[in-house]
């Protein structure tokens, strides 16, 4: 009972887990040349060699979700040839963000930007999807969907639905690290992953995968 | 064809340079960088996204983890 007491303080201080929902067969994505401020993003094939994408962002604030629009709103403004619109609220699971739009131009034609911004417990969070002007209709739907999937949640596994699923992953990720066959772990981490996690997104797995890693290979991988 | 190339190549360049150029601020960070910045990354995806993305569903994102173990949190 006491070391019970002793480890709440550590769930009160757990941050919660930012994670969305990228379309669904967009592959993951991340360029070494992104900035520090992108978790992950993903593409899928476009009409042209410009990709629709998408991408997670996060920045760490100490304004209102209000102050932190206008400053956005400067920075866009300030780079020459490119417009920007404040779109209103959006609905996101994790809350009311912003909609914002950004149009620019490339040498596929005009690229359109749709960014849902939130703010949260000190954190701005940044969904940001591009695609060409004349490819956005088409792309409209899945992009609005994933700009709302925004959520937060205490740990992976309660977004698992199925009880015995979720009962399933939990019991292996207790059992990871413990054996002295990593990389067969690391194997049947990505069997089980691959097959209890396509509902749940490409970032849902790929946050999955991380935290079976970090586990399995606590020591490094050889 | 050669134009256009040449055209491209140019644009790719500028676009490399600017957020090389734009590095530094990252540590004396304005408010609204990030948003700035993913604006430019969403571009970058966009045009080498696909090239990068050469596997698929799984073993992607085992290649992604691998080479970000040491990386970041996701929040």
Same mark, same amino acid.
């Given at each position: 009972m006491k070391s019970i007491l002793f480890l709440f303080p550590l769930f009160c201080w757990a941050a919660p887990i930012c994670i969305f929902q990228p379309p669904p067969e967009w592959q993951p994505s991340q360029p070494?040349?992104?900035?520090?401020? #992108?978790?992950i993003g993903f593409v899928t094939k476009g009409s042209t060699d410009f990709c629709p994408s998408i991408n997670l962002a996060t920045e760490a604030v100490d304004c209102s979700l209000k102050e932190y629009i206008k400053a956005v709103k400067e920075i866009h403004l300030s780079q020459s040839g490119t417009r920007w619109r404040d779109l209103g609220s959006i609905e996101m699971k994790a809350g009311q963000g912003r909609l914002t739009e950004i149009t620019t131009t490339s040498p596929w034609g005009e690229v359109l930007m749709l960014q849902a911004i939130l703010v949260k417990d000190k954190t701005a969070y940044l969904l940001t999807a591009a695609t060409l002007k004349k490819d956005f209709v088409s792309r409209q739907k899945e992009i609005l969907t994933s700009l709302g999937s925004l959520q937060f949640t205490d @740990?992976?596994?309660?977004? #698992?639905? @199925?009880a015995s699923v979720r009962m399933e992953l939990a019991s292996f990720y207790q059992s990871l690290?413990?054996? @002295?066959?990593p990389d067969t772990q690391w194997k049947e981490l990505q069997a089980l992953v691959s097959k209890h996690g396509s509902a749940l997104g490409g970032y849902w797995q790929f946050l999955a995968l991380k935290e079976g890693y970090v586990k399995i290979y606590k020591n490094g991988k050889p | 064809m050669l134009m256009r190339k040449f055209v491209l190549s140019l644009f790719l360049l500028a676009l490399v340079s600017s957020s090389f150029a734009q590095e530094a601020p990252i540590r004396t960070a304005r408010r609204g960088d990030a948003a700035g910045y993913t604006s430019r990354d969403a571009t970058v995806l966009s045009m080498f996204g696909w090239g990068v993305a050469l596997a698929a569903g799984i073993a992607l994102l085992c290649a992604l983890l691998v080479e970000d173990k040491t990386g970041s949190t996701s929040h």
């Open positions: 070494k040349t992104l900035s520090e401020y #992108v978790q @740990d992976l596994w309660s977004m #698992v639905s @199925d690290g413990t054996g @002295d066959q | -």
